[in-house]
């Protein structure tokens, strides 16, 4: 695990070392423990490292073929010793144990053919020198992240935007659309960043850019849903059993010991009961818990850690340390993050990584086995559209219903607004875009600055990001909530999921794998009929089916948590006060995107019960952080920027 960074300036302008040097010690956090940068001319680039595997022989850059090839490298390939095996059959010898050179090797013999065949996590550059070529590759789900920044003729590339913004002759100005994108969703939508200047590298995806002309990229793997050969439920639960544990065994391949995360639901158990299942060596799990608090699942987790012989940490969390850490926690992803979450996993991260350097997780199993509640909603919706449809003009009384005596009846009454608009959407792209925003359209448009909701907000905005990111894909034959899981892998995913495990994770020198997002178990999981992921109102059925001889009796009957904190209350309290403060302090209320006033009110609605708005009084204090402490010009929003044209 490494973070890694270049620069191809093109044009023979030299590349300085210590300008790749620059991009590296700002993600240092990212790999202490070795570093190695590499010029040539107008090209460089650079890598910290974490050593996981081959710890003596692992440093990068790594050369073969007589230095013809270079390589930086960022993540882990869990089948490399399959590979190794395959090119040793073709004549090809090795000089270390370490994935890098398995990844250079393979490169240098099969091409680009070698993505599909890797499983796990990558980032990788590889520099050819004679035909002065990068090629840029990132895994198929975006585990690990590549942000790239076409200026000036040149091509910047890096794990975080930090190391990007070292770079001498760069612009960096924020994105309207990203600032969009982060009040409606609580992040910025891949492969958007905050800056206009910056994409991501998309998942699954390769580029390559020569010394003259443009780049050029192509998609080397996709999610496909398919339909599996017949087989019975049994069947079908035994296979569940053995990818599951395959893919959790060769994600514990590790020269240094492995742990887990743990938050008492299904996904983390089950790594965590296959880990077991995996190895007799001591494990641990890390539990976040929140003392006294409706969601903390502490003792759910401590009952499955020790029916798994497992040693159990626990990290309470209570609403000062969330205060005190925030800062700190949305400064690791550079530009506004607001998913609550991240605060737990974050503290987890640190807390983990004060004992261990890998730690296995459970992210994946909602996205793939339909877990989420709005999943039961897309499909409860499709069943009943009929009857819903005679139902339209209530739908319209509720869209109008105003704000109720008591907190209680308010929370319902916005459930019911939420759900009057979500039955109203045609499809399940559509009803994906509307489940995961934070804040609705009429709450956007009371709270953003005229001129900002002039630019951005307006009739049809889901069928824009339906044509957005799925016009290639059309319904295709796929139900309403087929297409909720298509969206939420390949959109959510990365842009939301993945980034919190990441920089939460990496901030403090944490390897985080995720056994269920192996592009072989997702390709496996996309051939589950949907009737066994969703069976009647329970999600994740086939999973729960399957793991549920490994854990306690009655621990799959209890409802859904994951890594949440209880916001809402917080806001209500001395948390709402700190939020107040930044909001008003810290100059987001002076950046041009906001209405005061109006944010002003929604501070005191939800302070007084009259509305639950945490997620977007979450959203701009985080936004309050991020715009305190970066050093770019709202003013950069209100221009035009040309597209990269690789995106």
């Known amino acids: 695990m490494c973070g890694i960074a270049g620069w191809y300036r093109r044009g023979g302008a030299p590349v300085a070392a210590d300008v790749v040097g620059r991009q590296c010690d700002a993600i240092r956090h990212r790999g202490p423990d070795d570093s190695g940068v590499q010029v040539d001319g107008d090209f460089g680039f650079g890598m910290r490292r974490l050593s996981i595997l081959d710890l003596a022989r692992g440093h990068q850059p790594m050369s073969v073929a007589g230095g013809r090839f270079s390589i930086v490298f960022n993540g882990e390939i869990y089948n490399h010793l399959e590979i190794r095996r395959d090119l040793a059959a073709e004549g090809v010898s090795f000089a270390t144990h370490c994935d890098t050179e398995t990844i250079l090797a393979g490169y240098a013999q099969w091409g680009d053919r070698i993505w599909p065949r890797l499983e796990g996590m990558f980032a990788v550059a590889i520099w050819d020198a004679p035909r002065r070529e990068l090629t840029l ?5 975006g585990i690990k992240p590549l942000y790239l920044s076409e200026q000036a003729g040149g091509l910047a590339f890096a794990s975080e935007l930090k190391a990007l913004t070292v770079l001498p002759e760069h612009a960096f100005d924020v994105d309207d659309r990203a600032v969009h994108d982060f009040f409606s ?18 998942p699954g995806h390769v580029l390559k850019l ?3 002309g443009e780049a050029r990229m192509s998609a080397f793997w996709r999610p496909q849903l398919r339909s599996a050969p017949a087989r019975s439920e049994a069947e079908w639960v ?5 990818v599951l544990l395959g893919s959790v065994a060769r994600h514990m391949l590790s020269d240094v010991p492995v742990a887990a995360f743990l938050s008492g639901g299904v996904d983390s158990s089950a790594v965590l009961a296959a880990m077991r299942r995996s190895t007799n060596a001591p494990l641990k799990a890390f539990t976040v818990g929140y003392p ?7 003792d759910t987790a401590r009952r499955i850690a020790q029916h798994l012989g497992c040693e159990h940490v626990v990290l309470p969390l209570e609403f000062g340390a969330a205060r005190d850490v925030l800062p700190q926690v949305q400064r690791c992803f550079d530009e ?13 991260s640190k807390l983990a990584a004060e004992q261990v350097k890998v730690v296995l997780c459970g992210e994946g199993g909602d996205e793939l ?15 009943l559209r009929p009857l819903i449809a005679a139902l339209g003009p209530l739908g319209a009384l509720v869209e109008r219903t105003p704000a109720l005596p008591g907190a209680r009846l308010n929370y319902l009454r916005q459930h019911a607004q939420r759900a009057v608009e979500f039955v109203r959407l045609p499809d399940g792209y559509q009803q994906f875009f509307a489940a995961t925003q934070i804040s609705r359209r009429r709450l956007r448009g009371e709270v953003f600055a005229d001129a900002f909701a002039e630019r951005h907000e307006g009739a049809g905005a889901y069928e824009r990001l339906e044509q957005e990111y799925f016009a290639d894909a059309g319904a295709g034959g796929l139900s309403a909530l087929e297409q909720f899981l298509v969206a939420d892998l390949t959109v959510n995913m990365p842009s939301a999921m993945l980034t919190r495990l990441d920089r939460a994770s990496m901030a403090h020198s944490l390897e985080a794998r995720v056994p269920m997002l192996s592009h072989r178990f997702v390709d496996w999981a996309l051939g589950v009929p949907t009737s066994l992921k969703m069976r009647g109102n329970v999600g994740k059925y086939l999973l729960r089916r399957a793991v549920a001889d490994w854990l306690p009796p009655d621990i799959l009957k209890l409802p859904k948590q994951g890594f949440q904190v209880p916001m809402a209350q917080w806001l209500r309290g001395e948390f709402g006060i700190f939020a107040r403060d930044v909001w008003a302090g810290g100059g987001a209320a002076d950046s041009g995107y906001l209405d005061r006033a109006a944010v002003d009110r929604l501070f005191d609605e939800h302070r007084q019960g009259q509305a639950d708005h945490s997620r977007m009084l979450y959203a701009i204090t985080v936004f309050g952080l991020w715009w305190r402490e970066s050093r770019v010009s709202s003013d950069g929003a209100r221009g035009v920027a040309a597209e990269p044209s690789f995106v």
């Open 292 to 298: 006294g608090a409706r969601i903390d699942e502490t």
């Open 210 to 212: 020569g010394a003259q």
């Open 185 to 202: 969703f609580g992040h910025v939508r891949t492969p958007r960043s905050i800056y206009r200047q910056v994409r991501t590298l998309p």
């Open 336 to 348: 506004p993050f607001a998913d609550m979450a991240a605060i737990p996993t974050w503290l987890a």
């Open 137 to 141: 590759a990132r895994d198929p789900l």
């Open 369 to 383: 086995f339909a877990g989420y509640k709005r999943h039961r909603n897309a499909a409860n919706i499709e069943r």
């Open 238 to 242: 035994a296979e569940m059993q053995e």
